[in-house]
């Protein structure tokens, strides 16, 4: 069974810095594309990122280009959100999600940004 | 980027009944649709890829269908259970964007 576990979430002031981790487990980590996903509450779904299955493609979505950084360690199955110069307006809660389409997600992990 | 939108954007429908949910991208995306079942409080679970392949463990009464810019979720027997809101998600061209969902409500 797959399993996708976020972590890193917190409150934190504009301007500031966080980096979510995503630890997979139940398939092989290493031979799929992967994702994070925002969604606020009430609303839909927005793509944020993705980083190719080795590593080497990466995109990002405009509204967070320049600010956040994807990565990868396949060695520890874990994916990675690095979030700077945050505003509130990324404020969500934050998934990874498994493959194209997404057809596994993780239950996310809330990112606050105020003052 | 391609703009995908849904409608209706609320149901109020009946179990048995036949549900009809439709998304409409802005341009060409071939078969690159998929819909997704949200569940309040719950992550989105993928209930049909490329259009109309169905998945293992999702109810049949569950089908796509649709190509280019014209697609459709169909629930033939609605249960209570399907009360949720569903989005489609374009795949075809970066950025991948969702339409903005449809939410069903059992009568």
């Known amino acids: 069974e797959v399993h996708l576990v976020e972590s890193g979430g917190d409150s934190v002031q504009p301007g500031g810095s966080l980096r979510l981790s995503c630890v997979a487990s139940g398939f092989t980590f290493s031979n799929y594309w992967m994702h994070w996903v925002r969604q606020v509450a009430g609303k839909g779904p927005v793509w944020v990122s993705r980083?190719?299955?080795?590593?080497?493609?990466?995109a990002y979505a405009d509204s967070v280009q320049g600010r956040f950084t994807i990565s990868r360690d396949n060695a520890k199955n874990t994916l990675y959100l690095e979030m700077n110069s945050l505003r509130a307006e990324d404020t969500a809660l934050y998934s990874c999600v498994k493959g194209a389409p997404f057809d596994d997600w993780g239950q996310g992990a809330l990112v606050t940004v105020s003052s | 980027e391609i703009v995908v939108t849904q409608s209706p954007d609320f149901q109020s429908v009946t179990p048995r009944e036949k549900v009809t949910i439709t998304c409409r991208a802005s341009?060409?995306?071939?078969?690159?649709i998929h819909w997704y079942q949200q569940k309040p409080n719950q992550s989105p679970r993928l209930l049909i890829k490329f259009a109309s392949q169905s998945l293992s463990g999702v109810p049949s009464r569950f089908s796509g269908s649709g190509s280019g810019t014209d697609f459709t979720l169909t629930i033939n027997g609605l249960e209570a259970e399907d009360a949720a809101t569903y989005y489609c998600?374009?795949?075809?061209?970066?950025?991948?964007?969702f339409g903005p969902g449809t939410k069903l409500e059992i009568k």
């Open positions: 980083i190719s299955s080795d590593g080497t493609s990466i």
């Open positions: 341009q060409n995306i071939g078969g690159s």
């Open positions: 998600l374009q795949s075809s061209t970066l950025p991948y964007t």
